[in-house]
Structures are given as structure tokens and as C-alpha cells.
């Protein structure tokens, strides 16, 4: 290779290391608009302002990512200055070294004194913040859910309320001057799992004989969406989330709803009949029925939710029937069996659940 | 074996390194010390949280005469190290021997005291959280003072037959340092299963 | 070969050529029953691109079946078989004995001595490693598998109780996963009483531990964490196999066991093992990075301090992996500082790498390349790493590809490049044969291309929600574009590995040939032939200072007179 191509080779991979530089520092830039771009990128997001535990969770991030975008523009500047300016040029002595340094004892101290002092800040700033959420004070109006999650679906029971439903939670909408917070005690049935709705709350694990808890304290209404995030199985990819944030009336009448026992339709007495002589009422509940198990989720008003199969599958009639037939079509590994119904049981089932306002 | 020297260098002391086999065991020790420190953990934390089975105080008896065997058996090899040190190669099989005679009482106690507890008290591993831990416990240092004992007969049967001199003290010593461990395992085995848990 | 390019004028025997009518059958038995530790080094090396290979299959794979959501490519049951035997093949398959390979081939030369100080313990370690990571591979086939069942791990690389009990894993994939990790981390115990016995005992004459290159250091330090990190999980793993094969209760919930014990024991490993695997690239790092940038390591006795500090430190963070458990908030508070404070010895290194550059004259050649990306890409990990050890923000993003992303970052940013840059480096020494340059630079640009397609992206997804170990997601969740980004930069990754594995084949019977001293370094390892006769050197080496080689070559301006 000539000189003059050696020189250019040098000298362009120079440049594209600079522009390597300078692109991570743009990056490391972005991640401070990070907030305001993923809001608008997802509907689900980490910097959301929808509930005051991630409010808070918000404001810590923020002043970390600050930080330490700081730290690595300042640094990786450094280093993208350092491999431009000192590069080996082609006109420079081969055989000279440059002048050996082998250390200074100030130097190593600065920059020992200065992360420390770095990290106090960090921890005295997030010490305030783990003991503001986790040792939150609880409001005698919060309202109290049980959530107890099982190998894929979650179960959620509203111990003062009395009622039980699965995988749609709802909750009423706080504010800042009545704060109504929903606390929700966390359990397990069988592994462990965790509770993950990124616009309310941090998550929070669910371990068998292992009681946790945690809050969420929603200021705007709406559906949030979320999914179990600790690895449960086969499916968990799809123990998903639903819940919903309710006006003070849509909560009311929706809690009116679920204390109904369950609609006895005289039309589909032959489902219902099909229903309490196959095995199912060994794992569902349907209130007021003789169906009191508790393994799988309670179907009392299984027509109030809009999904099955927590989240896997839209609720309808098409969808309803083909989870009755064969639950692997949906969600392979969950522990629903098939139930062998013949073609005329399929349909008489799904006409009784159908009734389950 | 001559060595070049790469620089002219001033007059340094001679140059002395530790011995690789005393640093290995003592690498092994640390390593095993780890294990170990796992399940006494795991015991320590689940003293008293069996919801149901035999509890310790309702079924253990404290080894005694196992733990002075075990215990004294450290001092006899102690004993033979230094016999070898001097060449007395017939106190070194004495003392040599003493120590396996030691630790096989110690086997042998613990498993009429395992054979007690399963058969008499119907108490196995799968009882409860207590049977878990203490046989898990228990049975890992047994598992190394078998180990050790399979060791020491072996330098026995070689002292014996006369294969055995002062040349290899130093490689007595190494092992002698694993029985030392193993025994001082067994301070804190004894302390946290007979005296804490209980 | 000749003598006069040794720098050592008369240290080395003319060597008699290898015995070229060697059958097939005498070169394996020789490899086979080695004890030598170059070749034992060469096979762990071998060993760990082979997993390394396969191990990015399982990646590809993956990540083809969430290039869409709702993709079918994998049904859930092989894709999480997939994803726990590219975790655990990579941690323990690839990553430890790449990086115990590099030491097992390089700390004798570069203390000096003939071999490691128990060559017989050496093999049998390398053989129990490699055996352990056979048997987890056989898990494919073993059990139920190949008959559409399979019996390959599918719990995760954690392997969380109680999902790991007979009741929720039935058949044998879990004790696969155990047993292949006890015995090859047997394996690795024995190598690691090896290095420490080597280092403290078999140091050359004037070899002070302070004169010991920082790659050794690095190597004693790891060693000796490995001694206290691997056992944690052998014991952790002896429980659960009693608890699944003898009715033992230690992570039964039902009897009252608890599964948060079984984190606690496997983070107490977990933690400190991506310390044992990325502190021996900062060692590698420690050699290229001056001798390319043309000047000693800026602040060798600070490099040691740190590294030691870095050790002992890291044993303090574990639940760091566990702030959404349930822990109380002055434990959660504990592990913040602890977790931060780790990051101070580790920023210390950056800062020296960088002072040791500043001044220097840089040469860009495939080593020094990978090592410069490896520091940019270790300080962003490193910053990463400190964003999540706030506990309120982990509280969203553990769990999430935020948490893979940095991950990967290190593994693949800092260890990966690191161990790609110490094989162009070394490779001359091994081979007598240099690697191709033009290949090396293809490799180099394709990977970081790919590689921060790939993991810049993945910090998106996590802040956008996206949990992981999730087989497929769903399509309204804003998610679908990113992903395909990441699988596309997984893909480029993929093709720059195969032009490197391709590089390491081609240059063995093609390279130009090396020579004793291609690169003009400094350490011992650069004094004897490429490649070293068994016997390392023929005169044991004496030094007096850091870099023997540079007192060798520079007379009158030697280290020995300015070293603290």
C-alpha cells in the first residue's frame, strides 16, 4: 500500500471512528428524550404518569439516566478524542516510543474520590425513594385485592367486596386530593410468578409461601396492560394482564355486577347440566351453582371480561368453543385438558357460558 | 538447571516460593469451606420452621465420644507430622494409625446414630425440613471424613510396607492439613446441629 | 529456526522439527492424553468456539421466532428449551472455558514456568468440563428426547424453585441441567486450585507477585473468587437434585421449603460468576491495549488494587437480581450501595485504559480494534448496570430486555470482543501463523454493526415494557419493529462469527508466518517460539521489571528504574 493510501486508510478509519463517537453521544442525548419518545412509540412504557409509584420510579430514572449520560458523554468523549488525536500517523518515527507514564497517585485518587461521591448521591436519592414506595403508609380508604397467581392465569379476589374473578382486574381511579389507592396482597398457587403493569406500578414477584405486597395508586382511567414477568412455564407468554382504571361510577356498577350470582338462563339449562356433569365444576366456580372448584378461574361472570385464556384469545363464541374443544389450539401446555365434549356439547356449553353476564 | 539472566541485577534475596501442594489444599479448603457454608446456612434458616415432623430436641442425642474421637484424632496426626519430621517412622505409624482408628469410630458412631433415627424413629430426609437439612448436613461431612479416611489407609497401607520416609513429609503434611479441615468442620457441624438447633 | 530473531540471544535450543510422519491415529492419542497445558489450553479454546458456534444457533433461532409477533417458527416448548440451553450454554460451555483456556495456555509462559503446577489435574480438569458439557447436550437426545418430548432443560438458566421440582418439571431435563453443571463445575475447581498453585509457586527468579503481568493477576484474582462462586451453585444444585431424587424438602413449598432460598444461593454464585468471566477480559485487555497504544499500563498497582477490590466486592451484590422479591426496604437500600459501589474499582480500570491510550501512538490492528470497542461498550454497560442497580427503577426494569440488553452488553460487548481480540493476538504465538487482517477487519466492522443493532435496541424494548423469556408477544404492544431490528442485527452477528471461525481455520494452513515477536510486546510469552516447544523456554527466564522485553530492547531507558 503507497503512503498516500496508507495515510487516507489511516486517516478515514479515524473519521469513522469519530463518527462512532459522536453517534453514541447522540444516543446517549436521545436517552434523556427517551420519555417523552416512548410514550409516543407504545402504549405501554416505563415513563408513564398514570400512577404515583411510577411517577416516582419516574423522576429517579430520569436523574439516573442524567447522570449517567453525563458520565458516558464525558468519558466516551474522552476516548473518542483520545483514539483520534493519538493515533499512529504513517509519518511519525517507527522505531520512537512515545513517552512512558506509569501512573500518578493523584490522578488515581481524583478519580476514585469522584464515582464515590457520585455513587452517595445515587444511593441517598433512591434510598428515599424505595422507602417512599415500599413503606408507603396506607390510606384507610385503599381498597384491598388478593391476587393469586397460578400456572397461567391470575385470580383476583376482592376480599371486602366478596367477589372473585380472573385475569381483568379493575380498579377505581385515584387522585391526588382523595387518593383511593388499590393495594394488592400477592400470592401463589403453584410457582413463581410476577406482577408487571409498567404504567401502574414497579413489578412485584409472587412466591409460593411467600406472602408480598404492593400498590398502585392510578390517576388517569383506562386499560392498562401488562404481563406476568418471571418465568411460570410453558406459556408464560401468555399470562397476560388486563386491568382496567374505573370512574368511582363505572367501579360501582361493575362491583354491583360481580356480586350477582351467577344468571341462571332456564334457555341453557342443558349447558349448565353439561357443564356440572363433566369434570368441570371439579376446577370452576360458577356462584350459586353446585361448581366449586378452585383450580382454574371462576367463571360466575366470565361474559363481563374480553379476553379468555388470560389475554390469550379475544372472548367470543368462535374463540370460546374452539378453548373448549382443544385449549393447546390457544395455548399449548396450559393446564385446562380437553374435554372430549362431542360437537353437540361444544355447542350446548358455549350457549350456557354465554349467559355468564 | 542454569538460568540467563535477562538484566543485570544487585544481589536479591534467594528465591523462595511456597510449596504448590500446601497451596492447592489450602485452595481446595476455601473452595470446600464454601460448600459447606451453604448448608449450614440453609440449616440455620430453617431451624424451627418445619410445620410438622420431629423436632431436634425430640430426637437427637449429642455425639460426645464421636466428637472427642474426631477431635482427638486431629491431635494424633498432629503427632505423626512431627514423627515424620524426625524420621521416627515407627511413632509416625503409630500415631498414623491411632488417627484412622479415631476417625473410623467416628463413622461408625454416626451411622448407629443414622440407624437409630430412620429405623427406630422413622426420621429419613424426606420427613420435613429438619430431616432435609440434617442428614444433607451431617451426611456431607461424613462424606469427607470417608474421603479422608480412604486417603490416610492408603498412606497407612504404604507406611507399612515400608514405602513411606521422611522424603514425604511434607506430602503427609498437606494431607494431614484436609484432616485438619475436616475436623474443624465438624466444631461448627456440632455447634450448629447439637447445640444451636436444638 | 532461527536464532538470531530471538531477543534472548542463546536462551533457546535449536529445536528439532516435529516428526512429520506422525499418523492421524498418534496426533489424537497425543491429544488425548495430553497434560500440557498449551494444548489443554487449545482444546478449552476449541472447546468454547464449538459452543460458542452452537450456542449462537440457539440465539439465531430465537430470535427468529420473535422477529414477528405471534410467529410459529418455535412452539413455546422448544423455544424455552432454546433460550435455557443458549443461557447455560453460553455461561458455562463457552465463557468459562474460553476464559480458563486463555489462562491455562498463557500464565506459565507468561510467569515464566514450564507448565502448570499440576499438569495431570489440568487434564483431568479439562476432560470433567468437557464431559459435563457433553452431557448437558445430551439431554437432546437423553430422556424422552428426539421423540417430540424432549428432555433438554427448559426451566431458564437460573432454573428458579419451585419450577425446578419433580411436581412442575417432570421428566429428567432439570437434573440434566444439575448434574452436567456439578461436574463440569468440578472441572472447574480443579483448574482454578491449578492457576492458584501455579501462580503463588511456580514464578520465575525476580518474579514478584508485583512484577507479575496484569493477565496472571487477573487470572489469580479470578481463581481465587471461582474457589467461593462456583461452590455456592454445586451446593445449591446437590439440593435439588436430593429434593427431586430423595424427597428432600429444601426448596418445597409445600413442606414449608422456601423458593426464595434457592435465589439467594444461586445469585450468591450467580453475581460473581459474570465477575469471574469478564474480569479475565480486562486481562486480556491489560496486555493488547499497551502494547498497541505503544506505552506501559497508566497505573499497574492501581489495576491490581481495583481488580482485587472488584473481587471481593461483587461477593456483596448478589440480591441485586432479587429487589422484586419482597425483600424490606433496608435490605433493598443495602444492595443499591453495595451494587453501586462495585462500579468505582471497575470505572478506576476504564480510566486507566484510557490514560494509558492518551499519549500513546494507537495501532488499529484487528486486536487493538476490538479492544476499543470493548471499552466504550464496557463503560456503557457498566452505566447500564448502575441504572438498574437503582432499585425503584429496577422495579420496571428487571425481567425486561432492558435487563438482556445490558447483559448481553457485557457478555457479548466486553468478554466477547475481548476474547475475539486475544485470539488475533495470541494466535501468532500458538499457530506460528498470523491471522488475516482484511478477514479480521470484516469480522470486526459486521460484528459491531450487528451487535449494537441488536442490543441497542433491546434497551428500547424494556423500557416499552417487554418482559423476557417470552416466547411470542403480542401485536399491540408497540414492540413489533424493534424486534425485528434486533433479529436482523442477530443475523449480521451470526455471518461476521462464521467469517472468524472461517479466518481461524483458513489462516492455520495459509497465514504469513509469525515469528517469535509479531506485534513488538513486552511479556515472556514473546521471548520463546511460535509455537512454544513443550518445554516453554530452554532456559528458565529472570526479570527485573514488569516488561523483560522492553528492558531487552531498550538498554538504556529500562523499566526497572522507573517502577513504583
Known amino acids: 500500500m503507497s503512503q498516500q493510501m496508507q495515510r487516507r486508510y489511516l486517516k478515514n478509519s479515524a473519521i469513522r471512528r469519530a463518527l462512532w463517537g459522536i453517534g453514541i453521544f447522540l444516543a446517549s442525548v436521545q436517552g434523556c428524550v427517551a420519555a417523552d419518545s416512548a410514550r409516543a412509540l407504545s402504549p405501554i412504557n416505563i415513563f408513564s404518569r398514570s400512577s404515583t409509584p411510577v411517577m416516582e420510579i419516574d423522576h429517579l430514572a430520569l436523574f439516573v439516566f442524567a447522570i449517567t449520560g453525563a458520565v458516558f458523554v464525558v468519558v466516551a468523549g474522552l476516548l473518542s478524542f483520545v483514539i483520534v488525536r493519538y493515533r499512529a500517523r504513517k509519518t511519525d518515527d517507527d ?198 372448584g378452585r383450580f382454574g378461574p371462576d367463571l360466575t361472570h366470565l361474559m363481563s371480561r374480553s379476553t379468555i385464556a388470560s389475554g390469550a384469545v379475544p372472548n367470543n363464541p368462535q374463540n370460546l368453543r374452539e378453548w373448549l374443544k382443544e385449549p393447546d389450539h390457544f395455548k399449548q401446555g396450559s393446564l385446562m385438558p380437553a374435554m372430549q365434549l362431542n360437537d353437540q356439547q361444544l355447542d350446548e356449553m358455549v350457549a350456557y357460558l354465554s349467559t355468564l353476564h | 538447571m542454569s538460568t540467563l539472566s535477562v538484566a543485570q541485577m544487585p544481589q536479591e534475596q534467594p528465591w523462595q516460593l511456597p510449596s504448590r501442594g500446601r497451596v492447592a489444599m489450602t485452595a481446595l479448603i476455601i473452595g470446600e469451606s464454601a460448600i459447606f457454608t451453604i448448608f449450614v446456612v440453609a440449616y440455620v434458616f430453617y431451624i424451627g420452621k418445619s410445620p410438622f415432623g420431629p423436632t431436634p430436641r425430640q430426637i437427637l442425642e449429642i455425639p460426645i465420644f464421636n466428637t472427642v474421637c474426631l477431635l482427638s484424632s486431629s491431635f494424633t496426626i498432629w503427632l505423626a507430622e512431627r514423627s515424620i519430621e524426625k524420621n521416627r517412622m515407627r511413632d509416625f505409624s503409630l500415631w498414623w494409625s491411632a488417627t484412622v482408628v479415631l476417625g473410623l469410630i467416628f463413622i461408625l458412631g454416626t451411622a448407629r446414630e443414622w440407624q437409630r433415627l430412620i429405623y427406630h424413629d422413622g426420621f429419613t430426609i424426606r420427613t420435613n425440613l429438619f430431616g432435609t437439612t440434617f442428614y444433607s448436613l451431617v451426611g456431607l461431612h461424613a462424606t469427607h471424613v470417608v474421603v479422608g479416611l480412604v486417603m490416610l489407609l492408603l498412606v497407612l497401607i504404604f507406611t507399612l510396607t515400608g514405602h513411606v520416609n521422611q522424603r514425604h513429609a511434607e506430602r503427609v503434611q498437606v494431607l494431614g492439613l484436609y484432616w485438619h479441615f475436616v475436623d474443624a468442620v465438624w466444631v461448627v457441624v456440632f455447634t450448629v446441629v447439637y447445640i444451636v438447633g436444638r | ?210 512484577r507479575m503481568p496484569l493477565f496472571p493477576w487477573l487470572m489469580f484474582v479470578v481463581s481465587g473468587l471461582t474457589l467461593i462462586t462456583i461452590t455456592p451453585l454445586t451446593a445449591a444444585q446437590i439440593m435439588l437434585v436430593i429434593d ?258 472461517y479466518n481461524m481455520v483458513m489462516s492455520y494452513y495459509r497465514g504469513p508466518r509469525a515469528g517469535v515477536d509479531p506485534w513488538d510486546a513486552w511479556t515472556l510469552e514473546w521471548t520463546t517460539t511460535s509455537p512454544p516447544p513443550e518445554y516453554n523456554f530452554a532456559i528458565e527466564p529472570v526479570v527485573r521489571s514488569r516488561r523483560p522485553l522492553w528492558d531487552l530492547k531498550h538498554p538504556d531507558d529500562p523499566d526497572w528504574k522507573y517502577e513504583q
Not at chain 1, 101 to 121: D, K, N, R
Not at chain 1, 170 to 178: A, E, I, N, R, T
Not at chain 3, 295 to 319: D, E, N, R, T
Open chain 3, 1 to 210: 529456526m532461527a536464532d538470531q530473531t530471538l531477543p534472548i540471544p542463546g536462551s533457546l535450543d535449536v529445536v528439532s522439527p516435529q516428526s512429520a510422519d506422525e499418523t492421524f491415529l498418534e496426533r489424537l492419542h497425543d491429544w488425548v492424553v495430553t497434560v500440557d497445558h498449551k494444548k489443554l489450553g487449545i482444546l478449552y479454546v476449541l472447546y468454547a468456539t464449538l459452543f460458542l458456534l452452537v450456542g449462537g444457533a440457539e440465539a439465531v433461532c430465537i430470535r427468529i421466532q420473535l422477529a414477528f409477533p405471534n410467529n410459529h417458527f418455535l412452539g413455546p416448548a422448544t423455544f424455552n428449551r432454546l433460550f435455557t440451553m443458549h443461557g447455560t450454554t453460553m455461561v458455562f460451555l463457552m465463557g468459562m472455558p474460553m476464559v480458563f483456556g486463555f489462562a491455562n495456555y498463557l500464565v506459565p509462559l507468561m510467569i515464566g514456568a514450564r507448565d502448570m503446577a499440576f499438569p495431570r489435574l489440568n487434564a483431568f480438569s479439562f476432560w470433567l468440563t468437557a464431559f459435563g458439557g457433553f452431557l448437558l447436550y445430551f439431554s437432546f437426545i437423553g430422556g424422552f428426547g428426539l421423540y417430540g418430548v424432549g428432555s433438554a432443560p427448559d426451566v431458564t438458566w437460573w432454573a428458579y424453585a419451585p419450577l425446578t421440582a419433580r411436581a412442575f418439571s417432570p421428566g429428567h431435563s432439570t437434573d440434566y441441567w444439575a448434574l452436567s453443571l456439578i461436574a463440569s463445575g468440578f472441572g472447574t475447581l480443579g483448574t482454578a486450585i491449578n492457576i492458584i498453585a501455579t501462580i503463588v509457586s511456580m514464578r520465575c527468579k525476580g518474579m514478584t507477585l508485583l
Open chain 3, 244 to 501: 427431586r431424587y430423595l424427597g428432600a424438602h429444601f426448596f418445597d413449598t409445600m413442606a414449608g421449603g422456601s423458593a426464595v432460598i434457592w435465589m439467594h444461593f444461586f445469585w450468591i454464585f450467580g453475581h460473581p460468576e459474570v465477575y469471574v468471566l469478564v474480569l479475565p477480559a480486562f486481562g486480556i485487555a491489560n496486555e493488547i491495549i499497551p502494547v498497541f497504544s505503544r506505552k506501559a499500563i497508566f497505573g499497574y498497582p492501581a489495576m491490581v488494587a481495583a481488580s482485587a477490590a472488584i473481587a471481593f466486592v461483587s461477593l456483596s451484590v448478589w440480591a441485586h437480581h432479587m429487589f422484586t422479591v419482597g425483600m424490606t426496604s433496608g435490605a433493598n437500600t443495602f444492595f443499591v450501595l453495595s451494587t453501586g459501589l462495585v462500579g468505582v474499582p471497575t470505572g478506576i480500570k476504564i480510566f486507566n485504559w484510557l490514560a494509558t491510550m492518551w499519549g500513546g501512538k494507537i495501532r488499529f490492528a484487528t486486536p487493538m480494534l476490538f479492544c476499543t470497542a470493548f471499552v466504550f461498550q464496557f463503560l456503557f454497560a457498566g452505566l447500564t448496570g448502575i441504572i438498574q442497580s437503582v432499585a425503584p427503577v429496577d422495579w420496571q426494569l428487571h425481567n425486561s430486555y432492558f435487563v438482556i440488553a445490558h447483559f448481553h452488553y457485557v457478555l457479548v460487548g466486553a468478554i466477547v470482543f475481548n476474547v475475539f481480540a486475544g485470539i488475533y493476538y495470541w494466535y501468532p504465538k500458538v499457530t506460528g501463523r498470523m491471522m488475516s487482517e482484511t478477514l479480521g477487519k470484516w469480522h470486526f466492522w459486521l460484528f459491531l454493526i450487528g451487535f449494537h443493532m441488536t442490543f441497542d435496541t433491546m434497551h428500547f424494548l424494556g423500557i416499552l415494557g417487554m418482559p423476557r423469556s417470552i416466547y411470542t408477544f403480542e401485536a399491540d404492544r408497540g414492540w413489533n419493529n424493534l424486534n425485528m431490528i434486533v433479529s436482523i442485527g442477530g443475523i449480521i452477528q451470526g455471518i461476521a462469527v462464521l467469517i472468524f471461525a
Open chain 1, 95 to 292: 522505531t520512537s516510543e512515545p513517552p512512558q507514564i506509569y501512573g500518578s497517585t493523584q490522578i488515581e485518587l481524583a478519580w476514585t474520590v469522584i464515582p464515590v461521591l457520585i455513587v452517595v448521591v445515587l444511593f441517598l436519592s433512591t434510598a428515599r425513594v424505595i422507602f417512599a414506595i415500599q413503606d408507603a403508609p396506607k390510606p384507610p380508604s385503599a381498597l384491598d385485592v388478593t391476587v393469586i397467581a397460578h400456572q397461567f392465569w391470575w385470580e383476583f379476589r376482592y376480599p371486602e367486596l366478596g367477589i372473585v374473578t380472573a385475569n381483568e382486574l379493575h380498579v377505581p381511579l385515584s387522585d391526588s386530593k382523595h387518593p383511593k389507592p388499590t393495594y394488592l396482597k400477592l400470592m401463589s398457587a403453584d410457582v413463581d410468578h410476577s406482577f408487571w403493569v409498567p404504567q401502574l406500578a414497579g413489578k412485584t414477584d409472587l412466591i409460593p409461601n411467600h406472602v408480598n405486597e404492593t400498590w398502585i395508586d392510578p390517576l388517569r382511567p383506562g386499560l392498562y396492560l401488562g404481563q406476568c414477568a418471571q418465568f411460570c412455564g410453558m406459556q408464560h407468554a401468555k399470562m397476560l394482564l388486563r386491568v382496567y382504571v374505573d370512574t368511582p361510577e363505572q367501579f360501582a356498577a361493575w362491583v354491583k355486577d360481580q356480586r350477582r350470582p351467577g344468571d341462571k338462563d332456564p334457555q341453557t339449562a342443558v349447558g349448565r347440566h353439561v357443564f356440572e356433569t363433566q369434570a368441570c365444576m371439579n376446577c370452576h366456580t360458577v356462584a350459586g351453582t353446585a361448581a366449586t
